[in-house]
């Protein structure tokens, strides 16, 4: 469905975004995480068709995107500003939705304001981060779009608004097979919503794959020594932290070899504890700032 | 027949403009409003006065600017003159048509402004057709504008600019009326047609110039800024010049009128001014491109770019706006056109030095 190949996109000599290549299949939920600056929303940006990548290509159904109404009428589009006209009110924003997407249904946008609520008469510049976050989401959601791409969504929003827009996502995601792609920072939504992560780092994707992949590559140990390890051997490969006498190693690269090191550093017991992609994050931007 | 729903946004914003530029042209012109009114009286008391003695009067001429005939009844000869509300038609047209430019230059950066950029960029329409709607819609303001302009034209300068026309329906006393009066209607509709080409051609310039730049704000602020710029730098020059007595002050003045009032139309000096402005953005960057290689073709014509922006420029702002606030203050001292001269100076490094940061 969504074929990001090897894209770089620079602006004036700094490179935001550094040959990403994303595969995203029709009907799952594609999350994107990174630092501040980490060239998401550069991606996001290059797959709406806001900004041409200066190498690479952006196909959707095998179609580029950039400059291509065809494709960017199935494309949605929920932005981190939530930027609209000010000077609109809701009703407005129907009628020029209405007139810019024919697919607009507006018997969708009525349903999804009965869960969240919104005076329609009121401007669009007097409303909350958090309101026209959700009146963004509406209307895009009314579009009916066969892509749903989403920056920060639930940036300003309340935990209970935040619980019914993942919801609607995940509804529409299963009736109608939109394909969404997503980025936040509030990686444990990440984790519940998506079948697929991609981890950027300074423009670049470090790791891609399906989280429970990404569970299995990305490991977690409670080791207990006899007494204190020299670990400088295996360093350059392990993350370490120490609590009480417990050792706590984090490596994406666990083998026998590894294993057996560590018994020979003095291990009495080796298990494995599960990770959070959070935790899993943070280990790749440990790892990146050794590197 | 569906009008496109950016079409009626971009439209509903230009109306705003197209009262600011009413509200401007109203306030900015009341004195030539006045001025215009009571000459209208006079000329009316004038006419009047010749209908009732028309017998008496003999070898009438009427030109552009005067009407002149001989008085049998005591052999003198008669004449009125209105020179002078020709000059004071000009600068009311004048300053229409710099509340116009104005106006269309901040449509234009309204039009673009960042608010809404990505917003728009996301919608399924084409980069090219969103321009196109940009530049429809300023055409549109222009286009309005410019009938209130001719319907401003027609009313207060029926007797100066218009004067055949004015005096053939007054004298005759023939209503005012298009078919018998050809002379009046050719001379109006060439107006017309001149100043909305004019007008037009600026308004789709600008659109065009937003296209192909990617950096329409600045080009608009660094377009205003010259003018200012070199406003006071001609000011300065011309006090020095007087201080120092190196040339006439009011031949200077005269020179810059010539300009302004025959020479060149506002809206080329202001076209002009914006070509060399970007002329001088384009060159940088196509010298940052080649790092520097080729320096010594580049920087001379850039810096000459700039230099005939700020001229043209200057010569805009006496032929746009016509202020002449500076030759209105009465005593300027020599401390005074000092610190003229150090601010056109340090306005025009301002203007460089902010030109090559946005490019950087």
């Given amino acids: 469905m969504i074929e990001i190949k090897n894209i770089t996109k620079s602006f004036n000599g700094y490179i935001a975004v550094d040959n990403v290549s994303i595969n995203v299949k029709k009907g799952t939920i594609h999350g994107i995480i990174g630092e501040n600056g980490a060239g998401k929303t550069t991606v996001i940006k290059c797959l709406t068709g806001i900004y041409k990548p200066d190498k690479g290509k952006i196909l959707i159904d095998a179609n580029e995107v950039y400059e291509n109404p065809t494709v960017k009428e199935k494309i949605g589009y929920v932005s981190d500003g939530g930027s609209f006209f000010n000077d609109y009110n809701l009703l407005s924003m129907i009628k020029f939705y209405s007139g810019i997407y024919k697919t607009f249904s507006k018997e969708k946008f009525d349903e999804l304001n009965n869960v969240f609520n919104i005076d329609t008469k009121k401007k669009i510049g007097r409303m909350s981060k958090g309101q026209k976050m959700r009146i963004s989401f509406m209307l895009n959601l009314s579009i009916l779009p066969e892509v749903f791409v989403l920056d920060e969504p639930t940036s300003g929003l309340d935990p209970i608004a935040k619980r019914q827009l993942l919801n609607m996502l995940t509804d529409e995601v299963e009736k109608r097979q939109m394909t969404v792609f997503i980025s936040s920072h509030h990686l444990s939504e990440l984790e519940r919503l998506c079948d697929e992560i991609s981890i950027i780092n300074n423009g670049r994707i470090t790791y891609q794959s399906s989280i429970d992949s990404i569970k299995q590559q990305v490991r977690r140990f409670q080791v207990l020594f006899k007494n204190n390890p020299d670990l400088s051997s295996v360093k350059d490969k392990i993350e370490i932290e120490k609590i009480g006498s417990i050792y706590y190693i984090t490596t994406d690269s666990f083998d026998k070899g590894l294993e057996d090191t560590l018994y020979s550093l003095g291990a009495e017991f080796i298990e494995e504890i599960g990770m959070n992609l959070e935790e899993i994050f943070i280990y790749t931007h440990q790892r990146r700032n050794k590197i | ?360």
């Avoid at chain 2, 009626?8 to 914003?13: A, D, Q, S, T």
């Avoid at chain 2, 004038?46 to 001429?61: G, L, R, V």
């Avoid at chain 2, 104005?102 to 673009?112: A, G, P, S, T």
């Fill in chain 2, 1 to 360: 027949m569906t009008i496109h729903p950016l079409f009626k946004r971009y439209f509903n914003i230009s109306i705003w403009y197209i009262l600011a530029g009413i509200v401007i042209i109203l306030f900015f012109s009341a004195a030539e409003f006045k001025l215009s009114l009571e000459y209208n009286k006079s000329f009316d008391k004038f006419a009047d006065n010749f209908i009732a003695n028309k017998q008496n009067y003999t070898e009438i001429k009427i030109t552009d600017d005067a009407i002149n005939c001989l008085d049998k009844s005591d052999n003198q000869y008669i004449y009125f003159n209105c020179r002078n509300y020709f000059y004071n038609a000009l600068d009311l047209y004048s300053k229409c048509l710099g509340a116009v430019v104005i106006m269309l230059l901040c449509l234009n950066i309204n039009l673009f402004s960042d608010e809404n950029r990505e917003f728009i960029n996301v919608l399924p329409i084409k980069k090219q057709n969103i321009y196109l709607l940009r530049a429809l819609s300023t055409l549109a303001v222009a286009i309005i504008l410019d009938i209130i302009i001719a319907v401003i034209v027609l009313y207060f300068f029926r007797y100066n600019q218009y004067i055949q026309l004015a005096v053939m329906s007054k004298i005759s006393k023939i209503d005012f009326n298009w078919i018998n009066d050809f002379y009046g209607i050719k001379r109006f509709a060439a107006d017309f047609v001149h100043r909305s080409l004019l007008i037009v051609a600026g308004a789709g310039f600008l659109s065009f110039l937003n296209t192909i730049f990617s950096k329409p704000r600045l080009v608009f602020i660094l377009g205003f800024i010259s003018f200012f710029v070199t406003l006071a730098g001609f000011k300065g020059i011309a006090i020095f010049a007087d201080y120092f007595s190196l040339f006439n002050k009011n031949a200077f003045y005269t020179f810059c009128s010539d300009i302004e009032n025959y020479s060149l139309s506002p809206i080329s000096l202001i076209l002009l001014t914006i070509f060399f402005t970007i002329a001088g953005a384009f060159l940088y960057k196509k010298e940052k491109n080649e790092n520097r290689q080729g320096f010594f073709m580049f920087y001379p014509l850039r810096y000459l770019c700039y230099a005939l922006g700020s001229f043209f420029g200057g010569f805009s702002f006496f032929a746009m706006i016509n202020l002449k606030i500076l030759s209105h203050i009465p005593k300027i001292n020599m401390l005074t056109s000092i610190i003229i001269v150090i601010f056109g100076a340090f306005m025009a490094f301002f203007i460089i030095k902010k030109l090559i940061d946005t490019l950087e």
